[in-house]
């Protein structure tokens, strides 16, 4: 008994000889500001491609005393220099946003105060293109239901810590492993949530060690494809079927067209597209709207 209390009493004279900022679990001190630890617990960086252009990014740092903190970012070719717009500001969060340009010219290294972080970005997953944009869930040929994705490094997917999913608003469903390192292949697809676009989003978790905090990287590809379905509407007619085609340039409008169907439905928002082939290949925009 003497024994247990003898150690007892020697881990917690240890433990209290230590100071408070080594106790702090999983969390990076990057200076001091009043007195007190600028500490950086969590950092998320993503980006949002329309489609696959990127049109955006962005950082968020979260941890104490953060207000008014150095934050510069390694750029190809010029090394860290001060890029972004600093957006939120306080003591235990900041953001910065990236412009198109900035985003792309962001080598994943950030300086946040005495640290320099690697967000290990170089080899997460991207997607550069597919071979179609539509798929009609109705099809019954399955050829017809599937989207090839080209990109790099997209064997990573759903494998480890990194996740990629498709869907619209909060529903979403996997995109599954059947990938080569430049290709992934999605096979029947099914609106999770809504019809219509389907954004990918591809997100990487690094979980926090004794010098580096918890990082999260999350690509977004917005209106990627489309899930749509037949109609089943009956006698479809265009009237006129010939007619002049507008300039929005010029301002010339063209001529209206009609249409009319057996079993159209007062609560759909009907939308109609003008295409050249109906293999999903041709793309539905506000060009053939």
Do not use: C
Not at 77 to 100: C, D, E, I, P
Not at 218 to 237: G, K, M, P
């Amino acid at each position: 008994m003497k024994k247990k209390l003898i150690l007892l009493l020697t881990l917690i004279t240890i433990l209290g000889s230590l100071p408070m900022n080594g106790l702090i679990a999983f969390a990076l001190v990057v200076g001091s500001s009043g007195g007190e630890d600028v500490v950086v617990s969590d950092i998320k960086y993503a980006i949002t491609h329309d489609v696959f252009q990127i049109n955006s990014g962005f950082i968020e740092i979260l941890g104490d005393n953060l207000k008014d903190v150095d934050v510069l970012f390694e750029k190809y070719g010029q090394g860290f220099v001060s890029m972004g717009t600093r957006s939120l500001n306080s003591a235990t969060f900041v953001k910065y946003g990236l412009n198109s340009a900035e985003t792309q010219a962001f080598t994943g290294r950030v300086r946040i105060g005495s640290r320099t972080i690697n967000l290990s970005t170089g080899t997460f997953p991207n997607i550069q293109s597919s071979n179609k944009q539509t798929i009609n869930k109705d099809d019954t040929i399955p050829a017809l239901k599937t989207i090839t994705f080209t990109g790099n490094y997209l064997d990573t997917i759903n494998k480890t810590n990194i996740t990629g999913t498709y869907g619209s608003g909060l529903s979403s469903a996997s995109l599954g492993v059947t990938a080569t390192p430049s290709t992934l292949i999605l096979n029947s697809p099914t609106n999770p949530g809504a019809l219509g676009f389907q954004n990918i989003i591809l997100k990487k978790t690094i979980a926090a060690d004794l010098t580096t905090p918890n990082i999260e990287i999350e690509y977004t590809y917005q209106n990627v494809f489309r899930i749509i379905e037949n109609l089943n509407l009956a006698d479809v007619r265009m009237f006129p079927n010939t007619g002049a085609k507008g300039n929005p340039a010029t301002g010339v409008k063209g001529d209206d067209v009609y249409f009319r169907a057996d079993n159209f439905s007062d609560t759909r928002n009907y939308q109609v597209y003008f295409v050249k082939a109906l293999d999903g290949s041709d793309k539905y925009t506000a060009v053939n709207k």
